[in-house]
């Protein structure tokens, strides 16, 4: 079973942030935050992760909640081409990373 | 891009055939993965190499086995096909910092068991 919650779909406009949650109530001590997300037709692609502070690249920002209970996968102008399905992952050394159902993103032009 | 590509990219077999599929990296990663992705499902690891001639099961490994024999190369075998079986498989490599557990993604094979 996936460690984690997602919202099966979330809906947003175009150049408008997006603020994707993500419960993990069980997550360990030495499980990193993962996001990765999966355009149509295509493998998924890593987006950005974390394990205690919040994190920015240029894809997106993360910001973990203090008691790591949660997360929120931060797109700031969302584009027509991040329309896709983001799975938020816990990941540790035992290659034992779990994709859920995740999030299917829509974005409206 | 991690350059990964894997073939072929769409095959079509009948039940009862054996199926190989391949994997190649360009980066000298040390751990590999196969998935499969079925309609409505998130990507479930089917097993895992962390170096040559080592691998691993994963979560739904029953009617696959695996081989690596050079660092480059990741073979998936379906001793002999089933429909159930019909999936879109992918592979990844793990790359980025040490202790961080990014993993990349292939372009997928589409195979069908009719």
């Known amino acids: 079973d996936a460690k984690t919650t997602q919202p099966n779909s979330m809906e947003s406009n175009e150049e408008e942030p997006v603020h994707l949650p993500c419960n993990h109530s069980t997550i360990s001590g030495t499980d990193y935050i993962h996001w990765y997300r999966q355009l149509p037709s295509q493998g998924p692609e890593y987006v950005i992760h974390?394990?205690?502070s919040n994190v920015n690249n240029r894809m997106a920002s993360l910001a973990i909640a203090e008691d790591r209970k949660s997360s929120t996968l931060i797109l700031h102008r969302a584009t027509l081409r991040d329309a896709a399905v983001y799975y938020c992952?816990?990941?540790?050394?035992?290659?034992?990373?779990?994709f859920g159902a995740g999030t299917r993103l829509t974005v409206k032009p | 891009d991690a350059g990964i590509t894997q073939s072929p990219r769409h095959k079509v077999t009948e039940t009862g055939t054996p199926v190989t599929l391949r994997c190649h990296q360009t980066e000298n990663h040390r751990y590999m993965y196969w998935y499969r992705q079925d309609p409505g499902h998130g990507l479930r690891l089917i097993h895992y190499s962390y170096g040559v001639k080592d691998t691993d099961k994963g979560e739904v490994s029953d009617g696959y086995s695996v081989s690596r024999s050079k660092t480059e190369d990741f073979l998936l075998t379906l001793e002999s096909a089933t429909s159930s079986q019909t999936s879109v498989y992918f592979c990844a490599i793990r790359g980025g910092p040490a202790g961080s557990y990014e993993q990349y993604f292939g372009p997928g094979t589409r195979l069908t068991v009719t």
């Open positions: 974390g394990l205690t």
């Open positions: 992952i816990l990941a540790s050394n035992n290659n034992d990373m779990r």
